[in-house]
């Protein structure tokens, strides 16, 4: 093994679209770790709206990555050293690290894998680590579905939203996806089952949402806020449920956004919002991935993994989340596990 460790880091803040000043890729000496640590090899890294959020120093769930700092991220590697009796040489991990080849993993920020059966490593990360429980506890916690109600989600061919519109589907609800293309409407309603699909770039949102949801929406999925969100709210029902998990159509903007023009309709329709972060039900995750592999091997779950090869082009890809172009979960793929 070279000594030689590629790493991305933070050199400035992000002001409006990312740029490929904001990050430096660079060539370190692999660090060498202490007693309690452990050096992980990179398989995987996962590519997230909140990275981009992690750049900013706008205020937020957890610290910002510092400047200089090795950009944060979600991870999948296997243990290449250890010094910590938790841990064993060969284990495949998952959890918090950083954009690096190799890495010193922090055991509190990481957990085994395990046995992930017939289901290849990165499938099983790129479900189960993060996005199969924000979808997971985001509607069935925040949202709590019932038998005949009608789910609207939006970002509903991403990695997070094509999971919760058939986890309603499973709970016997009306699941309605708002997506960018037309090819991603066809997908979630041809292949994932969803009931109806809106092209918000080629739809009036608002008129859409009255056509596909004649009996209103009682739980909203929010991926994205923005002019989305407005329209969803005027189509709540009384006393629906909007779980907030994401943001996505203002990180990239450099001034403050408006707040939702039909805010009046919290009030008159008794609806409760709510955010979320997925990490506050951590200690839950095997209930999700027990409840998840179980649907995905009855047939009713698919997912779908965007895989691009290359830490290199991390931040190339990165970019997609924000543009639309990904389709299902974004993962960089750096060594597959042996």
């Not at 452990?38 to 398989?43: A, D, K, T, Y």
């Not at 990360?125 to 916690?141: C, E, I, K, R, S």
Request: glycine share 10%; hydrophobic share 40%; aromatic share 8%.
């Amino acid at each position: 093994m070279s000594n030689v460790n590629r790493v991305w880091r933070l050199r400035k803040r992000p002001v409006g679209e990312l740029t490929n000043d904001v990050l430096s890729f660079e060539e370190e000496p692999i660090p060498t770790i202490n007693d309690g640590q452990l050096l992980v090899r990179l398989n995987y890294l996962s590519l997230d709206p909140t990275n981009r959020i992690w750049m900013s120093d706008m205020d937020q769930y957890m610290p910002p990555v510092e400047l200089n700092a090795p950009m944060r991220g979600l991870i999948c590697g296997t243990v290449t050293e250890s010094k910590h009796e938790g841990f064993a040489a060969g284990d495949i991990v998952s959890g918090l690290g950083v954009w690096a080849d190799y890495q010193i993993g922090d055991p509190a920020m990481l957990n085994k894998l395990g046995d992930t059966g017939p289901l290849p490593v990165v499938d099983a990360f790129g479900t189960f680590a993060l996005v199969g429980p924000t979808a997971y506890f985001g509607l069935l916690d925040i949202g709590k579905p019932q038998e005949g109600e009608t789910v609207v989600v939006s970002g509903a061919a991403g990695a997070v939203g094509s999971i919760v519109g058939q986890i309603a589907k499973i709970k016997g609800c009306r699941a309605v996806g708002i997506a960018g293309s037309e090819e991603k409407c066809t997908w979630i309603t041809k292949d994932l089952g969803f009931d109806a699909a809106i092209n918000y770039k080629t739809e009036d949102v608002a008129e859409a949402l009255k056509k596909n949801c004649p009996n209103g929406i009682d739980v909203y999925f929010d991926n994205v806020g923005g002019n989305i969100l407005d329209a969803c709210l005027k189509q709540m029902n009384l006393r629906g449920r909007i779980p907030t998990c994401g943001l996505i159509s203002g990180y990239n903007e450099t001034e403050p956004v408006p707040g939702p023009y039909n805010y009046a309709m919290m009030l008159m329709q008794r609806l409760r919002i709510e955010g979320f972060i997925v990490t506050d039900f951590a200690p839950r995750f095997p209930e999700a991935a027990a409840e998840l592999g179980k649907w995905m091997a009855e047939g009713k779950i698919k997912v779908r993994q965007d895989v691009y090869d290359g830490l290199e082009n991390a931040l190339e890809h990165l970019k997609k989340l924000f543009t639309g172009e990904n389709k299902g979960k974004l993962i960089i793929r750096v060594e597959d596990t042996k």
